[in-house]
Antibody
Framework: QVQLVQSGAEVKQPGASVKVSCKAS????????MHWVRQAPGQGLEWMGI????????SYAHKFWGRVSMTRDTSTSTVYMELSSLRSEDTAIYYCASEKSGTYFLEYWGQGTLVTVSS | QTVVTQEPSFSVSPGGTVTLTCGLS?????????PSWYQQTPGQAPRTLIY???TRSSGVPDRFSGSILGNKAALTITGAQADDESAYYC??????????FGGGTKLTVL
């Protein structure tokens, strides 16, 4: 069965960076795009960006330009999302979610990773 | 900048029918936006309900349906049940690899 397993919770200081991983199994890794979505406490879902694991091509929401980087390691079927210059407003649960290429929807979801930004 | 709009909250009686909508602050939602719908209960990851406007995801009961109503995408729940009480989010494909979520609708069943 398809599984997206994310790395564990993180606590970071303002100004630091965080790198969250998402390991996929149960499908052919390069045939599904990976999205990252976050949810601040008590708030809605926010789309951050997408990576095509086949060629590494990315698209990011304008809000995160210059602060986010999404990469992949095809040898381990893992996608990474790094967010830099963290501020308190980045405290949120970060989800990875996969989309079969060209279907335009989030079919499978990871369990979420809580990132807390606090001094 | 374009915003995806949803009703902040809605209530429905058990057994009743409710339609939640998903619009754009500028322009109309069409099938070319591939609207999708997600259900989320507190403490859980979202669950995919509907994609490509009106296709139900695997295992989703047929009381959930999607459509385009006027210039918006719509999610209709027919015969609402207590465990349908959740937050519902639509997601729109904006083009050029960019997606956006609506602010979500908190549905109360009472």
């Amino acid at each position: 069965q398809v599984q997206l397993v994310q790395s564990g919770a993180e606590v970071k200081q303002p100004g630091a960076s965080v790198k969250v991983s998402c390991k996929a199994s149960g499908y052919t890794f390069i045939t599904y795009n990976m999205h990252w979505v976050r949810q601040a406490p008590g708030q809605g879902l926010e789309w951050m960006g997408i990576i095509n694991p086949n060629d590494g091509d990315t698209s990011y929401a304008h809000k995160f330009w210059g602060r986010v980087s999404m990469t992949r390691d095809t040898s381990t079927s893992t996608v990474y999302m790094e967010l830099s210059s963290l501020r308190s407003e980045d405290t949120a649960i970060y989800y990875c979610a996969s989309e079969k290429s060209g279907t335009y929807f989030l079919e499978y979801w990871g369990q979420g990773t809580l990132v807390t930004v606090s001094s | 900048q374009t915003v995806v709009t949803q009703e902040p909250s809605f209530s429905v009686s058990p057994g009743g029918t409710v339609t939640l909508t998903c619009g754009l602050s500028s322009g109309s939602v069409s099938t070319n936006h591939y609207p999708s719908w997600y259900q989320q209960t507190p403490g859980q990851a979202p669950r995919t309900l509907i994609y490509s406007t009106n296709t139900r995801s695997s295992g989703v009961p047929d009381r959930f349906s999607g459509s385009i109503l006027g210039n918006k995408a719509a999610l209709t729940i027919t015969g609402a049940q207590a465990d349908d009480e959740s937050a519902y989010y639509c997601m729109i494909y904006m083009g050029s690899g960019i997606y956006m979520f609506g602010g979500g609708t908190k549905l109360t069943v009472l």
